[in-house]
Antibody, heavy 124, light 110 residues
Framework: QVQLVESGGGVVQPGRSLRLSCVGS????????FHWVRQSPGKGLEWVAV????????FYVDSVKGRFTISRDTSKNTVYLQMNSLRVEDTAVYYC?????????????????WGQGALVTVSS | QSVMGQPPSASGTPGQSISISCSGS????????VYWYQHVPGTAPKLLIY???ERPSGVPDRFSGSKSGTSVSLAISGLRSEDEADYYC???????????FGGGTKLTVL
């Protein structure tokens, strides 16, 4: 079955960097797109970034543009979220998620499978 | 302020039917598929509805989705205590070039 496991969360000071990893298993990694979605304390779900199945396109929410970078390493079945210049407001549980369906370039735009999440706390 | 609006809360008694609305615009719901998620905080969100009104395998037929113009609804029939969770709509927004979530609706089963 599809499994997504995040790692790399922790406590970091404002202005510092952190890299989240997400290892996928139980499916053909190279044929799917991946999202990062976060939930700040007391808030709703917020989409952060997506990388398409072929890695040719990446999109970000405005609040992280220029600071966060999504990437993938197909040889390791891993998706990354490099987070630089972290702010207190980036504190959240970060979920890695995979599209529900992707075949022949026709892919769902939203996630179908989710990991359990990684907590990132930005605090001095 | 979310791009797509949902009522912050909804409630019902066991066995009742309820509906959760989600309103958007021509750049998201009006031209792209909508997805619905069930989320119990601290756990992984669960896909309930995809492509406006399709159910993934394993999701009970008590859950259904509908769409009209730039608004969508999630209907839940035969409410159960385990349905108590937060519910989110989501759609790709062509103007923002990103996925947008509704603000979420907290469902309480009384």
């Amino acid at each position: 079955q599809v499994q997504l496991v995040e790692s790399g969360g922790g406590v970091v000071q404002p202005g510092r960097s952190l890299r989240l990893s997400c290892v996928g298993s139980g499916f053909s990694f190279s044929t799917h797109g991946f999202h990062w979605v976060r939930q700040s304390p007391g808030k709703g779900l917020e989409w952060v970034a997506v990388i398409w199945y072929d890695g040719t396109s990446k999109f970000y929410v405005d609040s992280v543009k220029g600071r966060f970078t999504i990437s993938r390493d197909t040889s390791k079945n891993t998706v990354y979220l490099q987070m630089n210049s972290l702010r207190v407001e980036d504190t959240a549980v970060y979920y890695c998620a995979r599209d529900r369906y992707c075949k022949g370039g026709s892919c769902d735009a939203a996630p179908g499978y989710w990991g359990q999440g990684a907590l990132v706390t930005v605090s001095s | 302020q979310s791009v797509m609006g949902q009522p912050p809360s909804a409630s019902g008694t066991p066995g009742q039917s309820i509906s959760i609305s989600c309103s958007g615009s021509s750049s998201n719901i009006g031209r792209n598929y909508v997805y619905w998620y069930q989320h119990v905080p601290g756990t992984a969100p669960k896909l309930l509805i995809y492509r406006d009104n399709e159910r993934p395998s394993g999701v009970p037929d008590r859950f259904s989705g509908s769409k009209s113009g730039t608004s969508v609804s999630l209907a839940i029939s035969g409410l159960r205590s385990e349905d108590e969770a937060d519910y989110y709509c989501a759609a790709w927004d062509d103007s923002l070039s990103g996925l947008v979530f509704g603000g979420g609706t907290k469902l309480t089963v009384l």
